[in-house]
């Protein structure tokens, strides 16, 4: 009888440490679920305000270059250009700030932050703020361990190392072809299927005022 018991015994508590662990798993993946529903609905509202604040009649900004850029909320028509090339929406600010908010959404903002740091670095011409961004661009985006950092192969990131003691406008073109890629493979697909962008997409809805007219 004491031997039964005895054998007995270390079977129910490897069960209950078994069941501890499940409930605990559980537990976990249940907190995760909810931080990442709390995000996406916390964009969400951000960008819902960023759409109902941005209309044809906001105004248009001038650079020192005079180019100017829009950032009114774009037509249906206009929007769904954007699901035409990966470029039409890049080069759409509105469409820019948009995605932007989407990859939040999905832990991986900084794959167009990247992009958008590359593209400005391109834009530079004094060699010493070159060095200088390209710097920060490493410390961001490249090093192991940066806040921000990239999903790039290590030859990649070497290669990039090397190089920044005399940056040059070429510096990140292997790790800014390669995060493009990423994008407009991934991301990009599922964006045009989010609410993010069928909300643009979607006509206004007609006012009695308007069909009185």
Not at 55 to 79: D, I, L, M, N, W
Request: glycine letters at 4%; aromatic letters at 10%.
């Amino acid at each position: 009888m004491q031997s039964a018991v005895l054998v007995a015994l270390p079977q129910d508590g490897g069960r209950m440490e078994r069941g501890s662990r499940r409930r605990a798993e559980l537990e976990e993946a249940d907190k995760g679920r909810m931080m990442k529903r709390t995000i996406i609905k916390d964009w969400k509202k951000k960008l819902s305000y960023f759409l109902q604040n941005s209309s044809r009649s906001s105004k248009v900004k001038s650079t020192k270059a005079g180019k100017h850029h829009t950032y009114f909320r774009p037509s249906p028509e206009e929007a769904r250009l954007w699901s035409e090339a990966f470029d039409e929406l890049l080069a759409n600010k509105y469409g820019v700030a948009a995605f932007r908010a989407f990859l939040k959404s999905e832990f991986c903002e900084e794959n167009i932050e990247f992009w958008l740091a590359c593209e400005d670095f391109k834009k530079t011409k004094s060699p010493q703020k070159l060095t200088l961004k390209a710097k920060k661009i490493y410390n961001d985006f490249i090093e192991k361990e940066a806040p921000k950092e990239i999903n790039i192969d290590f030859q990649t990131k070497n290669m990039i190392a090397q190089n920044l003691q005399e940056a040059t406008h070429t510096c990140f073109s292997a790790a800014q072809k390669r995060v493009y890629s990423l994008m407009e493979n991934n991301s990009y697909p599922r964006f045009l299927e989010s609410e993010f962008y069928q909300e643009l997409c979607k006509k206004p809805p007609i006012t009695r005022a308007a069909q009185g007219t």
